[in-house]
């Protein structure tokens, strides 16, 4: 698990020193992995004891883990870079991550769900949608493809907390989508979010968080940027034959 997922997993417990102290961290990653303690209290202006008290809040043992897990960060943490190993490691590191992440909670919550809504917007978004809707299509289960901004809007004035949303979002950041979320947890309406795993606001108003990783490259061939999206379908794969193994053993104990 990196930082940026134990910060958002962790949020609510967070105190304003402890955001100041992520930002610095996270604005410095690089220089903050060759800092004592004491150094990185002193760049945040607090004490020694204020950052051991962030470090445990986010689940670590101490500064010692802290400054490991942000070595293992900055190791794969390489955009805009040519690199055959680098994109492999990534996929690597997807696929670890969801085999390895406990989804009961989340299917649990499928399965429960009235209804399932499934909100993105623009090409990426789409692609990830056909492809979360065709696999659990499979598994008896019907996710409706809410894609515009009006549709939302139905959706959520039709939805109520026996429903569920997946909200897919490159950044987590997308204004519109953050205003969707939070008109969600009024309702008690919960939220599954897909986004790349860094620190981003969507998560933090998420129930249940799935994250990928991936690399963008510059001008490919002088045309345009291009972003890797392998690592969405990496993800709804494995988290599908997850939740097939999950109602097989439902069904096997009943």
């Not at 959520?156 to 979002?169: K, Q, R, T, V």
């Not at 205003?179 to 986004?195: F, Q």
């Not at 963008?216 to 940027?225: G, I, K, S």
Request: charged content about 25%; some cysteine; overall charge neutral.
């Amino acid at each position: 698990m990196k930082l940026d997922e134990l910060v958002n997993k962790n949020y609510n417990q967070l105190s304003e020193n402890d955001f100041y102290i992520w930002n610095y961290i996270s604005k410095h990653r690089k220089e903050c992995e060759n800092l004592s303690i004491d150094q990185l209290a002193s760049k945040c202006n607090v004490s020694r004891s204020t950052i051991l008290r962030f470090a445990k809040k986010i689940s670590l043992k101490g500064y010692s883990e802290l400054k490991l897990y942000l070595k293992l960060d900055n190791e794969v943490t390489k955009e805009n870079t040519y690199n055959v190993d680098l994109v492999c490691s990534n996929y690597e590191k997807v696929i670890q991550n969801i085999r390895e992440k406990d989804c009961t909670e989340i299917f649990k919550a499928i399965d429960d769900a009235r209804n399932i809504y499934v909100y993105g917007v623009g090409m990426i978004q789409s692609s990830i949608k056909k492809e979360l809707r065709r696999v659990f299509m499979m598994a008896g289960k019907t996710l409706y493809d809410v894609s515009g901004y009006k549709e939302a809007e139905y959706a959520l004035n039709s939805a109520a907390s026996e429903d569920i949303f997946i909200i897919i979002s490159v950044s987590g950041e997308n204004e519109f989508i953050l205003e969707l979320a939070k008109k969600l947890n009024v309702k008690n309406i919960p939220i599954i979010s897909i986004t790349q795993l860094k620190e981003n606001s969507l998560s933090q108003l998420s129930n249940f968080n799935l994250y990928i990783s991936s690399v963008t490259f510059p001008e490919v061939l002088d045309v345009m940027e291009y972003k890797s999206l392998t690592s969405y379908f990496i993800l709804i794969e494995i988290l599908f034959l997850k939740y097939v193994e999950y109602i097989g053993g439902w069904r096997n104990e009943n």
